[in-house]
């Protein structure tokens, strides 16, 4: 099983501890939107691909769907709901042919080699099943702003560069030369998250480009940073914060 280099330092056992306490969930709209389609359901077969330790998962559990989740990271999968976790990449999934009707990717497709994963994924979903990436985006407004500016620059300090984003272009133009999916089909959900101190170093910390420093380097970052966090009016002397977020819901199916 190939996969990125930073990917697997990043999420080691410190990593993927911090990235399950430190990263949100999606959007109930989001997963609400799917069942209303009636691509999400009970007994419904739903692929989860790039799982990490469940966050979307569960989500889907909740629906009462039969879920495979699929994370090639043992750290990671530790985590994932043991009866579902299996091992593999989006590359080869573990799956048999024509058995999803659902595929679902959270925050990951961007780690994938695309033209392979559309294949596999193809492969795996019934004719017309569908396809639906979710992606957490900030919607930040107030000081949040000036904080993300304040944690960038004491990353760019330390030598890291910005976290990989979805790096959309990157992957979507190579996904689509596929021609095995329709357009896309994109839509946004808001939601928010109650955090404190301690989740929004974690949720730093699970950024990839920094949990692939060694360990002595992110643990001095974090301090840093917990630091900064504390003493800026974002948290204003509170314990808990309410972080706003917009999940963006990206759909195909099938050809
Ligand atoms: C940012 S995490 C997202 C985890 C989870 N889906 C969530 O929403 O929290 C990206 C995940 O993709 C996994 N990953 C990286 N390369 C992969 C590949 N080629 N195939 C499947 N999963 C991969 C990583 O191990 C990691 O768990």
């Not at 691909?49 to 699929?70: P, S, W």
């Not at 030598?159 to 996904?175: D, L, N, S």
């Amino acid at each position: 099983m190939s996969i990125d280099e930073t990917a697997r330092r990043a999420w080691d056992p410190a990593g993927a501890a911090s990235y399950d306490r430190g990263r949100p969930g999606y959007a109930p709209g989001a997963l609400g939107w799917l069942v209303r389609k009636g691509v999400l359901g009970p007994g419904r077969c739903v692929v989860d691909v790039g799982a990490g330790t469940g966050k979307l998962t569960r989500q889907l559990m909740l629906a009462r769907a039969r879920v495979v989740a699929v994370e090639p990271l043992p750290a990671m999968r530790a985590r994932l709901p043991p009866r579902l976790a299996v091992g593999g990449v989006a590359e080869a999934l573990p799956v048999a042919s024509g058995w999803a009707e659902l595929v679902t990717v959270a925050q990951a497709f961007h780690w994938f080699r695309p033209a392979e994963a559309a294949a596999e994924i193809a492969r795996v979903l019934q004719p017309r099943g569908w396809l639906a990436l979710l992606w957490n985006d900030e919607a930040k407004e107030a000081d949040w702003p000036d904080l993300d500016h304040r944690l960038k620059e004491l990353l760019a300090f330390h030598g890291i560069v910005t976290p990989p984003g979805r790096a959309k272009g990157a992957w979507q133009a190579e996904f689509d030369a596929s021609g095995l999916f329709s357009p896309w089909e994109e839509r946004q959900f808001k939601h928010s998250v109650e955090s404190t101190l301690d989740t929004l170093v974690d949720q730093l910390g699970s950024y990839s480009r920094l949990a692939a420093q060694p360990l002595e380097l992110r643990e001095r970052i974090l301090r840093e940073a917990a630091a900064l966090i504390a003493a800026h009016p974002v948290m204003g002397g509170r314990r808990q914060v309410l972080v706003p977020y917009r999940t963006t819901l990206m759909t195909c199916t099938r050809r």
